[in-house]
C-alpha cells in the first residue's frame, strides 16, 4: 500500500506526500524485523500483532493526511475480509475478536469523516478521485497477495511442523518416531517382496566420562560429528536416526546380515581413527554396536530386544566392537 501512494505521489509531482509514504513504509518494516527477531528467539508472535501492525500502517496513512473521504478506511473492510489468512480458523474467539477491531475502525471513519490536508485537496478532485481508485486496486492487489502468502505460508508451516516432528534438533539426523515409521515401512516391503534389511543400534562408549570431563557442550559436538561420520558412511537408501542421548540406530537397506557387518564394522574403525571435535580439543571416541537382520520368524518386539542385548554384549566384552543378533530364521555365521 506504501508502496504505491509512494509510487503514485511521485507520478503527481508532490514530493512532500511521497516523502510522507515513504515515512510510513517504517511501520511494517519495523513490524517484519520484530517479527523475524522473535521467531529465530523462539518466542513466534502472536497473530493479532501482526494485524496491529498492519493497521497501524493503514491509521497512519488515513491520519497522514489524506482523510476519511477519498475512501482510505476501507481498507479495514479487506483486513476483515483476509481475517481466516491472519487468525488460525480453529480460534474463533480470535477471528470474532480481530473482525470486530476492523469493522469498529471502519464505522468510526464512516462516522466521522474529515477531508484530506490541504496538500491532498490542493492536487484537484480529479487527482482525489484517482486516489481513491488507487485505495480500490491497492486493496484489491493486497487480498490477491495475502491469499497466495496464505497458501504459501500454510505449506511452509506444514513443512515446518512435519520436520520438527520427524527431526532430532541437535544434530539434524531422523528421530525416534521416524526409526519406528521406518521399519514398519521396510517389513511390508520385505513381507510383500522379501526385501532383507538390517538394523544397527550404537552407542558411544563412556559418553558420560566426556560430558563430565569436557562439558555438555562437548558432548554435543561429539554427537554432532559422529553423526556426521555415519551418514557417510551409509548409502542414500539407509537411514540414519538419534534415538536418544548417545544411542543412534542405522537401518541398512538390501543388505544380509554379512554385508551389513562390513558396513558397521567399516564404520566402527572409523569412528574409531578419527578424533572427533570437542571444544577446544578433540577426542578419539569409539562406539558399540549390536546389529540384526529382519526376517518374519521373529516380531519387532523380540527383534529390537535381540539388538540391545548384542549391543549389551559389545560393551560387556570390551566395547569397541560389532556383536550380532541372529534370529530365529538366520543361518549366516557369525563374521570372524
Not at 539407509?238 to 542421548?245: A, E, F, K, P, Y
Request: glycine share 8%.
Amino acid at each position: 500500500m506504501v508502496v504505491f501512494y509512494c509510487l503514485l505521489f511521485s507520478w503527481l509531482g508532490n514530493a512532500a506526500l511521497a516523502f510522507l509514504s515513504l515515512k510510513m513504509m517504517a511501520i511494517p518494516l519495523l513490524g517484519m524485523v520484530w517479527f523475524y527477531w522473535q521467531q529465530r528467539s523462539g518466542r513466534p508472535p502472536h497473530y493479532w500483532k501482526a494485524c496491529l501492525i498492519c493497521q497501524a500502517t493503514v491509521l497512519a496513512g488515513i491520519l497522514g493526511g489524506q482523510g476519511t473521504q477519498i475512501g482510505g478506511h476501507h481498507y479495514f473492510l479487506f483486513f476483515f475480509l483476509t481475517t481466516p489468512l491472519v487468525v488460525p480458523t480453529h480460534d474463533k474467539r480470535g477471528m470474532i475478536i480481530v473482525s470486530g477491531i476492523c469493522i469498529s475502525w471502519f464505522c468510526l471513519f464512516e462516522w466521522f469523516t474529515w477531508p484530506a490536508s490541504a496538500a491532498v485537496q490542493a492536487l484537484g478532485q480529479a487527482t482525489i478521485k484517482l486516489l481513491y481508485l488507487n485505495v480500490l486496486l491497492s486493496a484489491t492487489l493486497i487480498l490477491f497477495i495475502a491469499m497466495l502468502a496464505g497458501d504459501y505460508f500454510s505449506e511452509a508451516l506444514e513443512r515446518r511442523i512435519q520436520q520438527m516432528a520427524s527431526t532430532d534438533e541437535l544434530t539434524g539426523l531422523a528421530n525416534r518416531r521416524v526409526f519406528y515409521q521406518t521399519l514398519s515401512q521396510w517389513q511390508a516391503a520385505y513381507h510383500r517382496k522379501l526385501r532383507p534389511f538390517c538394523v544397527a543400534v550404537l552407542d558411544i562408549d563412556h559418553f558420560k566420562h566426556i560430558n563430565d570431563t569436557h562439558g555438555h557442550e562437548a558432548g554435543d559436538q561429539v554427537l554432532c560429528a559422529l553423526s556426521g561420520l555415519l551418514q557417510q558412511g551409509v548409502t542414500q537408501e539407509d537411514r540414519v536416526c538419534r534415538i536418544g542421548g548417545e544411542e543412534f540406530a542405522i537401518l541398512l537397506a538390501d543388505r544380509t546380515l554379512g554385508q551389513a557387518y562390513a558396513v558397521c564394522e567399516a564404520l566402527r574403525q572409523r569412528i574409531a581413527a578419527e578424533p572427533l571435535p570437542a571444544g577446544n580439543t578433540a577426542l578419539t571416541v569409539t562406539v558399540s554396536l549390536g546389529l540384526g537382520q529382519w526376517d518374519a520368524l521373529q516380531n519387532e518386539a523380540n527383534f529390537l530386544t535381540g539388538i540391545d542385548r548384542a549391543l549389551y554384549a559389545a560393551k560387556h566384552a570390551g566395547r569397541n566392537a560389532v556383536h550380532l543378533h541372529h534370529g530365529p530364521g538366520s543361518q549366516t555365521p557369525s563374521p570372524q
